[in-house]
């Protein structure tokens, strides 16, 4: 029964030490922002080219679909960049 203690709690500390460590390092400090909202495409096509300059310029831009079916106007795209890249989005996209 000693054994099955002492093996049960070698492995919460080998295992779950690093988990905590990890989770704790990555969890967002107070204040700070991870993404901000750059803006919003229309369409496609604008959507495509903003992405494409965003990539160009060394931003990874995420994308959420807004509303529609993806056919006609209705279709709006929000687009996304990590909240250190944002005065550089911006200024490619002239924003």
């Known amino acids: ?3 099955l203690v002492a093996f049960v709690l070698l492995v919460l500390v080998i ?3 690093p988990l905590v460590w990890l989770l704790l390092r990555s969890a ?3 204040g700070t ?3 901000v909202l750059l803006g919003g495409a ?5 959507l495509t080219s903003w992405a494409s300059a965003l990539r160009n310029a060394g931003i990874h831009p995420r994308v959420l679909k807004i509303g529609g079916t ?3 106007p209705s279709t709006y795209y929000e687009v996304w960049v990590p909240a250190r890249d944002e005065d550089k ?4 996209l002239g924003l």
């Open 15 to 17: 295992v779950g030490a």
């Open 70 to 72: 993806g056919y006609g």
């Open 1 to 3: 029964m000693v054994d």
């Open 42 to 46: 229309a369409g496609e096509a604008e």
């Open 89 to 92: 989005a911006r200024e490619v």
């Open 33 to 35: 922002k991870q993404m």
């Open 28 to 30: 967002p400090q107070p």
